[in-house]
């Protein structure tokens, strides 16, 4: 039977472009999240707690969506979780209180979750260069931030995120069931969280750190006289260095690339502490892009190619991420309530460090 090169074409095309558009909603919704709290009389700490519960939700029903799509399979979470997920996003527009506002930012964690590692796992199958696939997220990241510095009005992003979000939905009823292994019951969680345990702790440290650090760097930046323009740029170039080095990732060892990120990360981190200005952090901006470009799809890579269950390992994988979304802001908010926001960036380097030594032993997987 002849291949169709150009229906393989659109198809990635159209995987990319609802990653764009997911992403964007993403991006328009959380950027201002801690201020909108700080807005509306949080703490650091309550700031923390609340980009805390989004993350438990994430994790939770990316974990469990991502290990039933392996049997289920993945579209029916795809779309019900896009369209689930733009209903959450609009519900934000009543926050008007901490306590509703960390509500709904659980429902919109939770929402996400649904849709995230079956989406990964369905890119992965239907062929998709998974670092263009990233790429696509990134470039989502990079009109979110932009979008949030150019309009700078909380409540007209979370209607943008809205629709984006919404219009993902509808982009994926033209998707078609991709190739897939059939399992009849869920994969082992166990087994697969084993086979690359060294890889998923050392993505852990990093990200949890990182996460610290995002949920209080909006305050930090302020700190250093950023006004929100400037703290919407800063966010933008860490985006589209991504957008653009994610795309040639794929032609490289995924334990070299993964290794160069986890190291830049800590550079990165470190350098955050002593910032002094904005052509200081356009530099930092600009290394963090190519840290996490490196880290995340050389990780993804290895996890996806090491077993045949695609969305067990994505939902690990995003689980890990999102575990780091509901620990890292509560950590981030309590050094930041005892040692500053400096305090946030040195701890973010240490642990980050201590990641790369337990991902070693990993790595020695390459002369195979």
Not at 6 to 34: H, T
Not at 205 to 222: D, E, K, N, Q
Not at 242 to 264: A, D, N, T
Request: aromatic share 16%; charged share 10%; proline share 2%.
């Amino acid at each position: 039977m002849a291949a169709n090169p150009g229906g393989e074409w659109s198809c990635r095309w159209l995987i990319g472009l609802l990653n764009f558009l997911l992403s964007f909603a993403i991006q328009g919704s959380i950027i201002f999240i801690p201020l909108l709290g700080a807005q509306l009389g949080a703490s650091d700490f309550q700031v923390g707690l609340i980009g805390s519960v989004y993350g438990v939700a994430f994790l939770s029903s990316s974990l469990i969506s991502g290990w039933k799509s392996d049997s289920l399979g993945r579209l029916v979470f795809v779309r019900w979780g896009l369209l689930v997920s733009s209903a959450a996003f609009a519900l934000q527009l009543v926050a008007h209180s901490v306590i509703v506002l960390m509500a709904v930012r659980a429902v919109v964690g939770f929402s996400l979750g649904i849709a995230t590692a079956a989406t990964i796992a369905y890119a992965f199958e239907s062929g998709a260069n998974m670092g263009k696939f990233s790429s696509y997220g990134s470039l989502g990241w990079i009109f979110g931030a932009m979008a949030a510095a150019i309009i700078g009005k909380i409540e007209m992003l979370f209607r943008l995120s809205f629709i984006c979000c919404l219009l993902a939905f509808l982009l994926s009823l033209a998707f078609k069931k991709a190739p897939s292994y059939d399992f009849p019951n869920p994969p082992n969680l166990w087994q697969v969280l084993r086979r690359d345990y060294r890889i998923y702790l050392a993505v852990f440290l990093r990200h949890l750190g990182a996460t610290a650090v995002w949920i209080i760097l909006p305050l930090y930046l302020a700190s250093l006289g950023m006004d929100k323009f400037w703290i919407g740029f800063l966010w933008a170039i860490n985006f589209v260095v991504q957008f653009v080095v994610m795309r040639e990732l794929e032609r490289f060892s995924e334990y070299k690339i993964f290794f160069y990120g986890q190291l830049l990360s800590v550079l990165v981190f470190a350098a955050f502490a002593v910032a002094a200005g904005r052509f200081y952090l356009i530099v930092i901006m600009f290394f963090l892009g190519v840290s996490w470009s490196c880290l995340y799809v050389g990780a993804l890579l290895i996890v996806l190619r090491g077993g045949e269950e695609k969305g067990t390992a994505g939902g690990i994988f995003q689980s890990t991420l999102n575990l780091c979304s509901a620990v890292g802001p509560l950590l981030g908010g309590l050094i930041a309530q005892g040692w500053g926001y400096r305090g946030v960036m040195y701890f973010a380097a240490a642990i980050g460090l201590a990641g790369m030594f337990i991902a070693v032993p990993a790595k020695k997987k390459t002369s195979g």
